[in-house]
């Protein structure tokens, strides 16, 4: 076992990423189980916190297995292994609509009262609590390279080996605190990796956005 918690991991990253302290970075943490990671990070580094929505694409009949995945621009990043699996380009592309579809509706709930922070020209740290195949983290750090942040910092509880070496090709900056081998799945790495909901992120993006509550929401 890695890690006792999300917390426990976070607060190695954010002693691993101290030099940034200061600097103004840009947390973005990928929802939902990331999330608390992203502010216990933002609040050690003196950073603005906000999310990177990206999605992956399951595999037919199976969709906890990633054959891709999708930005929040719409740009489809497809593994290798989808072709040889004979995963049809329609499938991608009705799979990708949906994950859309679930994008809007998080960005609308996630941050109401703003506009997603513009990376340009900012230190933008990238934060999962862990990654399995890497195509829900390469997607989201290609679609954030297009917009030319100062430097892309990925910051990872755990990966497989080659996948951590994958994310050096895609970022400025890789730091992932483990890379076990054999991998099994991310939650088999944390003691407890409880659900993270979506009115736990509301309320972490919330609190440290300065946004009122709204009557009538959950605390």
Do not use: W
């Amino acid at each position: 076992m890695s890690f006792a918690n999300r917390e426990e991991a976070a607060l190695q990253l954010a002693r691993r990423l101290a030099p940034y302290r200061g600097k103004k970075p840009l947390i973005l943490a990928i929802p939902r189980g990331a999330v608390p990671m992203g502010r216990i990070i933002a609040d050690a580094l003196e950073g603005d916190l906000d999310v990177v929505l990206v999605r992956k694409l399951g595999a037919p009949n199976n969709p906890e297995f990633a054959v891709g995945a999708v930005d929040e621009g719409g740009k489809i990043l497809v593994e290798p292994y989808a072709r040889r699996m004979g995963i049809s380009d329609a499938y991608l592309q009705e799979e990708a609509a949906r994950q859309l579809a679930v994008m809007k509706r998080r960005r609308a709930q996630y941050t109401p009262v703003h506009h997603p922070f513009d990376p340009a020209g900012r230190l933008v740290i990238v934060v999962d609590d862990g990654v399995a195949t890497g195509a829900t983290l390469s997607a989201a750090l290609r679609f954030l390279r297009e917009r030319r942040p100062l430097r892309l910092v990925a910051a990872v509880g755990v990966a497989p080996p080659e996948v951590a070496a994958q994310l050096t090709t895609l970022a400025d900056e890789v730091l992932c605190l483990e890379t076990p081998d054999p991998f099994y799945a991310v939650g088999a790495f944390y003691a407890d990796f409880g659900e993270v909901t979506d009115d736990d992120v509301i309320a972490i993006l919330r609190e440290s956005q300065g946004a009122p509550e709204k009557p009538g929401e959950k605390s």
